[in-house]
């Protein structure tokens, strides 16, 4: 018999799989639930970037790209940038098109952090940071952010967790799970330290079209000189509704990005093409179906706030992406208890807050990327759960 554990990484082998598919899994095994448990649009691509693609594929243009991506896709990315963060990259050097945000981050991370730097991670946030340092050789250095802080990012927070060791920040925001934000105040108390520890940022912006009220996402890069110490991490699958497609894309400093697109080249060789021309027509032509989808996702936060207020279900206001992180501790279940029982006894899949970070135990995390139909029976679920708990004590 082959001893496998002896066989295999042993770094790769410890790590946990994503806490997020464990309720999904359940779900598709049982009949009549509602899950609100993965952040995916319900929207459909708009149909002309949908055409974009499907004129590629009828003009038989299905050969590799370059390893960066099309410089066509490259340079709107760029204009992208300019139009709404005021941000200059040149699109020959400072721009990688990748296989969805996630492999930008794998390999923004594998390129900046040498075995033993650390990397300071807030959370809760998105499940593949921690992971990902950890299988660069990194040390991961957790920040637990909190709810009476609205999840942001506090610079005494930061000062508490640098050592000598410190080598890169992530910066998670808009913020998955919490849909907190970091307003241009926020990120201002940070950037003196971060200057002062000479610390590289990685700031994933995702979600960055996904910003509710009269203020919008502002980079981080584009503030005091910050661009020249910062990876942006951006795609098309919140923004666009374009998660299936599998497109990111990275900008930085040239001398970051060389060797970003080195491992690219080695491990992919090429984005998906037809995604990337299906991409092109989204950043020319899509301004307005973010517009329209965005303004979908705020209807629907409003109204899961609103019910959640109804309900006695304690939630802070999300201002980003399109998530809610409501406190479930009064319940005096834990996390994991809380969605195990929701979705055996009222069918309703939601995640829970442990799966991004420990400092998410006692809050669950629900999607809003679903129909107003959609969300409303899960509510009315998880308000007579609620009931029927209280009538348990």
């Given at each position: 018999?082959?001893d496998?554990d002896?066989?295999?990484?042993?770094?790769?082998?410890?790590?946990?799989p994503?806490?997020?598919?464990k309720?999904f899994?359940i779900?598709?095994?049982m009949?009549d639930?509602?899950?609100l448990?993965?952040g995916?649009?319900d929207?459909?691509?708009?149909?002309?970037?949908r055409?974009?693609?499907i004129d590629s594929?009828e003009?038989?243009r299905?050969w590799?790209?370059?390893?960066?991506g099309?410089?066509e896709l490259?340079t709107?990315?760029a204009?992208y940038?300019?139009?709404?963060?005021?941000?200059?990259?040149?699109?020959?050097?400072?721009?990688?098109?990748?296989v969805?945000g996630?492999?930008?981050?794998?390999l923004a991370l594998?390129c900046?952090?040498n075995?033993g730097?650390?990397v300071?991670?807030?959370?809760?946030s998105?499940?593949c940071y921690?992971p990902?340092?950890?299988?660069?050789g990194?040390?991961?250095?957790?920040?637990?952010?909190k709810?009476?802080?609205?999840?942001?990012?506090t610079a005494?927070?930061?000062?508490?967790n640098i050592?000598?060791?410190?080598k890169l920040?992530i910066?998670?925001?808009?913020n998955n799970p919490?849909?907190?934000?970091?307003?241009r105040e926020?990120?201002?108390k940070i950037?003196?330290?971060i200057?002062?520890?000479?610390i590289?940022?990685?700031?994933?912006?995702i979600?960055?079209?996904?910003?509710?009220?009269?203020?919008?996402?502002?980079?981080?890069?584009?503030l005091?000189?910050?661009?020249?110490?910062?990876v942006?991490?951006?795609?098309?699958s919140?923004?666009y509704?374009?998660?299936g497609w599998?497109?990111g894309y990275?900008?930085g400093?040239?001398?970051?990005?060389?060797?970003?697109t080195k491992?690219h080249q080695y491990g992919?060789?090429?984005s998906?093409t037809?995604?990337q021309y299906?991409?092109?027509?989204?950043?020319?032509?899509?301004?307005?179906?973010?517009e329209?989808m965005r303004?979908e996702?705020d209807?629907?936060?409003k109204y899961?706030?609103?019910r959640?207020e109804?309900?006695?279900f304690d939630?802070?206001?999300?201002l980003?992406a399109f998530?809610?992180f409501?406190?479930?501790?009064s319940t005096?279940l834990?996390?994991?208890e809380?969605?195990?029982?929701?979705?055996k006894?009222k069918h309703?899949?939601?995640v829970?807050?442990?799966?991004?970070?420990?400092s998410?135990?006692?809050?669950?995390r629900m999607?809003?990327?679903?129909s107003?139909?959609?969300?409303?029976?899960?509510?009315?679920?998880?308000?007579t759960?609620l009931?029927?708990?209280?009538?348990?004590?």
């Amino acid at each position: 018999m082959i001893d496998y554990d002896k066989t295999l990484n042993g770094t790769i082998r410890d790590v946990k799989p994503s806490g997020i598919r464990k309720f999904f899994d359940i779900a598709n095994e049982m009949d009549d639930v509602i899950s609100l448990s993965i952040g995916e649009p319900d929207f459909k691509t708009p149909w002309h970037i949908r055409q974009a693609g499907i004129d590629s594929l009828e003009k038989g243009r299905t050969w590799y790209t370059p390893n960066r991506g099309f410089g066509e896709l490259r340079t709107e990315i760029a204009k992208y940038y300019k139009r709404k963060f005021d941000l200059e990259y040149n699109p020959d050097s400072d721009v990688l098109v990748t296989v969805g945000g996630s492999e930008a981050i794998d390999l923004a991370l594998r390129c900046i952090v040498n075995k033993g730097d650390e990397v300071l991670i807030p959370q809760p946030s998105f499940v593949c940071y921690e992971p990902l340092t950890i299988m660069a050789g990194g040390k991961p250095v957790l920040i637990e952010t909190k709810q009476e802080n609205n999840f942001r990012l506090t610079a005494q927070e930061l000062e508490e967790n640098i050592t000598d060791k410190t080598k890169l920040l992530i910066l998670p925001f808009p913020n998955n799970p919490t849909g907190g934000i970091m307003r241009r105040e926020d990120l201002e108390k940070i950037i003196p330290i971060i200057k002062k520890h000479n610390i590289f940022v990685l700031s994933d912006e995702i979600y960055a079209e996904l910003t509710y009220g009269e203020q919008r996402h502002v980079s981080i890069a584009s503030l005091d000189d910050m661009q020249e110490r910062t990876v942006v991490i951006n795609g098309f699958s919140k923004a666009y509704a374009m998660t299936g497609w599998r497109l990111g894309y990275a900008l930085g400093p040239c001398q970051i990005i060389d060797q970003m697109t080195k491992l690219h080249q080695y491990g992919i060789m090429s984005s998906p093409t037809t995604a990337q021309y299906a991409a092109i027509d989204a950043l020319k032509n899509g301004d307005k179906d973010i517009e329209n989808m965005r303004s979908e996702y705020d209807m629907r936060r409003k109204y899961i706030l609103g019910r959640f207020e109804k309900i006695g279900f304690d939630c802070f206001e999300p201002l980003g992406a399109f998530y809610a992180f409501p406190c479930i501790k009064s319940t005096g279940l834990s996390s994991e208890e809380f969605c195990t029982r929701l979705i055996k006894e009222k069918h309703v899949a939601l995640v829970p807050g442990n799966a991004f970070g420990s400092s998410g135990e006692g809050y669950v995390r629900m999607s809003y990327s679903y129909s107003l139909k959609h969300l409303k029976l899960a509510l009315d679920r998880i308000e007579t759960f609620l009931e029927e708990l209280k009538n348990e004590d």
